[in-house]
C-alpha cells in the first residue's frame, strides 16, 4: 500500500512510499482508508515534540484519524463485519491514517454517521474526542457556567464551540475579525478579535478556559478564571499530576513538575485547576458524537479537502494556522468507494 512515512524526526515533509500492509490482530479491522484528517499533533510528530511522552520507532507512518470501509476483521471481532463503513482514531503507538490501509482495535472505532461523507466523518475523530472529554469529562459544564474557548475557527475551537453550546454554556472565545461570522453561526455568544483586543481584558469571572495555545494565552487564562475554576490545555506542558496518571517514570514526573512550576504557582494564586489533556480514543464517546451529528447537534467544519498525493501542500497549509476547521486527506477517490 501506498503511505506517507517519515524515517527521522524534523525530516522536512513525509514521503509517499509504498509499505506492507499493517498486520491484523485478533479483536482488529482493517480499514480501506477513504479520508484522513490532519491535525497538528501530526505536525508535533513529525517533529519530535512529542517524544517526552511518546517514543516511535522509523520509518513512521504519520496521521491519526481517519474514515473508510473495512475490508478485513480479525478472528475475536463480533460487533463489525466487512463493509461497514466506520470511522476512529487511533491508539496513539499505532498511528498511520495517512495510508491506503489502517488496522485498528475495534474499541477505537464506530460507524461512521449516516448523514456525513466519508471527509466529514473524518473531520471529527481527534477533535471530537479532545473537545468532549475536555468539556464533558474535565469541566463536567453546568448550563449557564461560562466558557473561553482558544482559537474558535480552528479544527479544534468549531467542534468546542458546538458542543459547550449543546452542554449549555456561555461561550466567548478568540479568532480573528474576519471569523466573527463562522464562530457565531456555531453558537459562540462572544466572539473576541486576538489580534486588536486582549481578553484578560474584557473577562472576568470565567468558569473554565479551553486552552489550545499554550504559553502566554495559557498563562492569562488564570487571570480570567474564579476560584475553583478550571484551565485544561491540549497545548501547554504537562504537570506532576499528569505524570502520575499517565504512569511516567519519577525522573520525568519531576520534570514535568519543573516545567509547569509557573503554571503551579498560578494555581495557587487563583485557586482555579490546570489540567493538561491527551486525548484518549474511545469508539462509545465516538458513537455518543455520532448520535450528535446525526441529530443535528454538531456539525463538522471542513476548510478544503487535498488529494493524498498533495500531502504535502495540506501540512504547509496546516502549519500557517489559517484554516478555519479541518484540512482534509482525500485517500480514495469518490469512483473506488
Known sequence: ??????????????????????????????????????????????????????????????????????????????????????????????????????????????????????????????????SYQALHDIMNIQ??????????????????????????????????????????????????????TNFTEILADYDYVFDTRGRKALEDAFSIVKPGGKVVSISGLPNYRFGQEYGVPLWKKLGFRFVTRKITKLEKQTGASYTFLFMKPSGPQLSLLGQLIETGVIKPIIDRVVPFADIEEALTYSQSGRAKGKIILQMTDDSEK
Do not use: C, W
Not at 464562530?183 to 455568544?189: E, I, N
Open 1 to 130: 500500500m501506498k503511505a506517507a512515512v517519515i524515517d527521522s524526526y524534523k525530516q522536512p515533509m513525509p514521503e509517499i512510499k509504498a509499505v506492507a500492509l499493517p498486520k491484523v490482530r485478533p479483536n482488529d479491522v482493517l480499514v480501506k482508508i477513504v479520508a484522513a484528517s490532519i491535525n497538528p499533533i501530526d505536525l508535533k510528530t513529525k517533529d519530535g515534540g512529542l517524544k517526552m511522552l511518546l517514543k516511535y520507532d522509523m520509518p513512521l507512518i504519520l496521521g491519526s484519524d481517519f474514515a473508510g470501509i473495512i475490508v478485513e476483521v480479525g478472528e475475536q471481532v463480533n460487533d463489525f463485519a466487512i463493509g461497514d463503513a466506520v470511522y476512529g482514531r487511533v491508539q496513539k503507538n499505532r498511528i498511520g491514517t495517512f495510508a491506503e490501509y489502517i488496522a485498528v482495535d475495534t474499541g477505537d472505532i464506530a460507524l461512521k454517521p449516516k448523514n456525513t461523507t466519508f471527509e466529514e466523518a473524518a473531520a471529527i475523530p481527534l477533535v471530537g474526542l479532545t
Open 143 to 196: 448550563p449557564g457556567q461560562k466558557v473561553l474557548i482558544q482559537g474558535g475557527s480552528g479544527g479544534i475551537g468549531t467542534i468546542a464551540i458546538q458542543i459547550s453550546k449543546h452542554l449549555g454554556a456561555y461561550v466567548a472565545t478568540t479568532t480573528s475579525a474576519k471569523n466573527f461570522e463562522l464562530v457565531q453561526s456555531l453558537g459562540a455568544d462572544y466572539p473576541i478579535d486576538y489580534r486588536t
